[in-house]
């Protein structure tokens, strides 16, 4: 779907419901922004997506753009996948990392709709969990194992690579 086609999606369903711009942008985004969204000329962050489907009451895979919606027909799929990524993320901001990589290792299959942000997400919870892991042969599981999530997915990160690399080699040296 393209974004005019997804713009037209939006002001109709908020039409639908007899919301007008203010109503459903409340404090998330501005009513400008909405404007060109509906328009077609700005296109919207899956966060963005997220929080006019929940106004809208539609589910998220209605507003989705098709290629990500040929990953799986079913909209619960889709809508589980991004409240397991909100989990993730909440985890790691918790700093309960292996909680984040145990979340993240479980949506690691092709077709899910957060292949990518579970592989990030993965590289950077292990690398902060061998970060404050006592035990250097453990942090340098840990640390295989954030090395090989960091070079997946297009959030591929240099930075992670490099952060691995350093803190391989020091803990190398204790060993």
Known sequence: MNSVELGKRIKEARLARKMTQSDVVGD???RNMLSQIESGTANPSVKTLTYLAKVLQLPVNYLLPDE?????????????DFQALIKMKNAYKREDFLVAAQLAEEHLEKDSVIYDEANAVLARSYLEAAK??????E??????K???AADKGIFKSREIRTAILVLTDELSEKL
Do not use: G, H, V, W
């Open 139 to 144: 942090a340098l599981k840990y640390l295989q």
């Open 28 to 30: 998330f985004i501005t």
């Open 68 to 80: 990500l919606e040929t990953f799986d027909d079913s909209e619960n799929a889709a809508d589980a």
């Open 146 to 148: 954030a090395q090989d």
């Open 132 to 137: 404050k892991c006592e035990n250097p042969r």
